[in-house]
């Protein structure tokens, strides 16, 4: 019976800190972009906004030792970055077209990138 106690402790433990990371991560962007087009003037200071909350998520949720969510922002991040550079490149806010395509593809290939890092650092 000590034993099923211990696993649902874990459990919960688990999922609190998953959840935890994910309001901190939520609250960090929120933050961010509103302040990108509320102080800043709107894009790209929201893309940035979203991209620095993203860059935090990830450390945060490591820190955390929410792997899962740290996921889930290195994966933002990588579309946020490679949509900011695309974007920002070919002088658009609004995704259409091949830069839609290459920042999706960039999105990819950074996402891997990140994920060999995560995983190399016991992610």
Known sequence: MERHWTSLWSAALFLGRLLLAVVI???????????????LGGWPATEAGQLLACILGV?????????????????????????LVIHSAYGLRAARG???????????????????LLMRHGG
Do not use: K, N
């Open 59 to 83: 450390a945060i949720a490591l820190r955390m030792r929410a792997q899962l969510v740290a996921y889930f922002a290195a994966a933002m991040a990588a579309f946020s970055a490679s949509e």
């Open 98 to 116: 091949a830069p839609t395509h290459f920042a999706v593809m960039g999105a990819g290939v950074l996402g891997v990138a990140l994920g060999a």
């Open 25 to 39: 991560f939520w609250i960090l962007g929120f933050a961010f972009v509103q302040f990108g087009q509320r102080v």
